[in-house]
């Protein structure tokens, strides 16, 4: 066996941690940056809390950025930081704020447009690149330890990942109260995402030790505290146990990426707008079944790490989970009604991120499962 690891981000984690950004921002050497938020956090007043801790060098905010971010809202975002001179920002947010700021950031010093990168080939480089700090607000994508950024070609019609080294963000400061205020159908979606990068980069074909051993640990703490966090919004050690899982979820799925229920999450949330991790959560105590009968035991160790009897018992958990968060469990509750839809979702999900799951699965094995959930 070979593998490579790599996690260049340096993270800060706490809680009051985002009071330090100000010194967080001397490191990197950021005179004049821009906010990059949701509106939420715009219109809640946390932005402005964060604008407070930064010391003065936020010098403008974007938050024009829909939920899977387009390609215009990154020129927006890229034009903000242009005019402004930035020499750094910071991303405030869940993914959508996260995925842009790390696409604007990356070309923020050059001079073209966000689509020469994204689908025309056009290598990212170092020296186009500002610096990011990423401030997560929900516990779930692990999107501000990756290199990874979601964007929607809209003209195109075109939804795909963009990567490059450039593209980590420079530091991660996760601060689990500012996950207090998530309501708690986002944090079972949110959740059961962190579980979802668990599982399936423990499983996955790139599966490697140091990735592995985060996968075991932020699974054991998603099944110890989500429910909690889930129930008692305020429950200050159940948002930091999940903030841990969710960050350590990010270093366990960085090197191997995701497989099967990642690949199905797509055109559920495409076609029918389930959020992403309750998408992902879908199918994903069928991918726990169907795996654990096709490798080599490793996933019957992880369950019983899990505390388990078995990798059947650990599926039953995380379908017990979604049934008692209110989690989507069929496809007819998401509006999927005929025959026709799901032989759609199934030629959807043939994604790539499908290569890498432990059971190699055709387009007739994918339908069937989705004929086994209707
Ligand atoms: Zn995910």
Redesign the pocket.
Known sequence: MTWDFSMPVKIHFGCGKTREIGKIIDEIGGKRGVLVLSKTLKNNGVGEKIKEYCGGRIAADFCDIRPNPTTDNVNECVRVLRETGADFAVALGGGSPMDCCKAACAIAKGEDIIESYHTMGKPVSADEAIPMIAVPTTS???SEITNISVLTDMKKGIKTPMNDPAMYPKAAVVDPELTLSVPPKVTASTGL?VL??AVESYWSVLHQPICESCSLHAARLVFRWLYKAYTEPDNITAREKMAEASIIAGVAFSNPR?TGS?AC?FPLTNLYGVP??EA?AMTLDYFIRLNAKGDDGRIECFARDCGFADAYAMADEVTELKRKMGMAMTLSQIGVKAEEEIEELTRLSMHPLLKNNPVKLDFDDIKKMYEAIK
Do not use: M, Y
Request: aromatic content about 0%.
């Open positions: 779930g994508t692990g995402d979802a990068h995701t990642h999450s992403h991790g992902c």
